[in-house]
Structures are given as C-alpha cells and as structure tokens.
T-cell receptor, first 113, second 109 residues
C-alpha cells in the first residue's frame, strides 16, 4: 500500500534560523509530490510540486526552497526563517486513481518566534 | 482569477443533516474534491465529482452542478466525530487544485 510520512511533526524555530522538513513516500514510484502551507483560516497554498527527481516547480516566490534528491523523497528548506513562515506544512502525493486525489502526510506545525 | 467560496463555520446537532455549499470559479474545470480535516491533522479524501449529479457514499453525499459552478457536501445522521473542517477544492485546466479556506463544522449534542 501507498504511505507518506513527513517529519518533524512540530518545531519551534527562531527567526533567521534554517529549516528542513522531510517527506518520504512508500509503495509507489515516480509520484507527483507537493508541499503545501496552511495558515489559520485560509486554504491550502501550494508552495512546490515535483514530477520527478530534480524537477521542482515553485508556485509562490518566497524564502523557501524544495529539493527532490531521490524518487520518493521531498525536502522543504529555508536558509533563514521569517515570522511569516509560521504555519502548518503538508506534504502530499497524487494517487494512481483516475480521480487524482491527493494523499497527505501527517503535517508539520512550524512556529517561528 | 480563480476562487473557491465556502462558509467559514456551521453548527449542527448530533443526528441531524447538514449541507455545506461550495461555489467555484476556475480556469477550466476537471473535477471537484471534498476533504475532511480534523484539527491539527492532515486532510483526508471524502469525494470527487466531475459529472453533474449526486454521488452517495454512506452517510456522506456530494453534489455537483458544472453549469452553476456549485457543489455541496451533505452529511446525514451527524455524529460528534464529524466535527471537523471540510475543504472544497476544484481541479483547474492544468490539473492543479484550487482550495477553499474550509468550513468548520461544529456538532452539538
């Protein structure tokens, strides 16, 4: 079966510190992968998506970056966090069904102080 | 621009029926999703509609009218565990999901 995991689940970071969120998928090959951010009371904002190793598309210009070093690994990074980076970050992959539904990781709650 | 509208919050009583509406405006349309999201957790898939009409799945049903840019999620026999946010998302012509802000559903005993 297909599974997705992301970590860490919760982190508190000072402004200006680096960030690394990691996401891995099992049970599928060459999945489309996504990073979303969800701010309180707002819809999911697509940050990055990837259709293959080393292929990253950025949807929103910001101080975040993404990398896909392996087929089933997707990493969200920042060199210097801003207060506005606080939020709930979700990794997702697109399922194989014709509907194209997304399966989400557990989420990572980031608080920047 | 692309836009999804759904009510911010709704309240219903345990055992009752509630309908959550969603209207969308997208560049092209390739389907409408509903997801359930409990507080602090990731969204989970509930339904997908691409053709007009009603899709029933147990206590949950989803309706789509493409001509009206409208969908609703119908929840029957409400249970306390149905307290959650319900996210509407439309798939545009590029097969990218456009998300609504979610409707927080509060169930009262």
């Amino acid at each position: 079966s297909q599974t997705i995991h992301q970590w860490p689940a919760t982190l508190v970071q000072p402004v200006g510190s680096p960030l690394s969120l990691e996401c891995t998928v099992e049970g599928t090959s060459n999945p489309n992968l996504y990073w979303y951010r969800q701010a309180a009371g707002r819809g999911l904002q697509l940050l990055f998506y990837s259709v293959g190793i080393g292929q990253i598309s950025s949807e929103v210009p910001q101080n975040l970056s993404a990398s896909r070093p392996q087929d089933r690994q997707f990493i969200l990074s920042s060199k210097k966090l801003l207060l506005s980076d606080s939020g709930f970050y979700l990794c997702a992959f697109k399922g194989l069904a014709d509907t194209g539904e997304l399966f989400f990781g557990e989420g990572s709650r980031l608080t920047v102080l | 621009g692309q836009n999804i509208d759904q009510p911010t919050e709704m309240t219903a009583t345990e055992g009752a029926i509630v309908q959550i509406n969603c209207t969308y405006q997208t560049s092209g349309f390739n389907g409408l999703f509903w997801y359930q999201q409990h507080a602090g957790e990731a969204p989970t898939f509930l339904s997908y509609n691409v053709l007009d009409g009603l899709e029933e799945k147990g206590r949950f049903s989803s309706f789509l009218s493409r001509s009206k840019g409208y969908s609703y999620l119908l929840l029957k026999e409400l249970q306390m565990k149905d307290s959650a946010s319900y996210l509407c998302a439309a798939l545009d012509s590029n097969y990218q999901l456009i998300w609504g802000a979610g409707t927080k559903l509060i169930i009262k005993p």
